[in-house]
């Protein structure tokens, strides 16, 4: 980008992400994204996870809503790091993913469903109730 360009105002906007991460009973984890998803987005909420984890929490319950906003992930940040994963992944006993269910395939490669111990399943938009029994329900 030029410099008069940042001058008049012509700047290329950032690309926004909204994320909430609420704690719950029950190793419940709520959290919510809206935008566009970054990498620092993620860093953070995967450090939230790894203090608790650390701390001795285990059976970690995810219900991850995806926002009637959502865009996908930005393509900048290292995405191919998968220390968290690799290293706490296995505390992690459900993830129930909310949302437009265009988003299937994608979010099922970002969260390694398949992959990991713990079961990932997906909810269409509006079922955040259904989607909460099946965390708590035992497997």
């Known amino acids: 980008m030029k410099f008069i360009d940042k001058i008049l105002g012509k700047a290329e906007p950032k690309p926004a992400v909204t994320a909430t991460l609420r704690?719950?009973?029950d190793?419940?984890?709520v959290i919510r994204i809206g935008g566009l998803l970054n990498k620092e987005t993620v860093n953070n909420?995967?450090?939230v996870a790894r203090r608790d984890i650390d701390s001795g929490a285990r059976e970690?319950?995810?219900m991850l809503i995806l926002q009637n906003d959502f865009l996908?992930?930005?393509r900048t940040g290292n995405w191919g790091d998968v220390d968290f994963f690799s290293q706490y992944g296995?505390?992690?006993a459900k993830i129930a993913v909310v949302g437009d269910l265009q988003w299937e395939e994608q979010v099922l490669a970002f969260l390694g469903a398949g992959s990991r111990k713990g079961e990932v399943r997906l909810f269409p938009q509006g079922k955040e109730a259904e989607a909460r029994h099946w965390l708590i329900a035992q497997s």
Request: a negative charge; aromatic letters at 12%; proline letters at 0%.
């Open 27 to 29: 190793n419940i984890y």
């Open 90 to 92: 296995d505390h992690i």
């Open 45 to 47: 909420i995967e450090a």
């Open 72 to 74: 996908g992930w930005q």
């Open 23 to 25: 704690r719950e009973n």
């Open 60 to 62: 970690l319950k995810v």
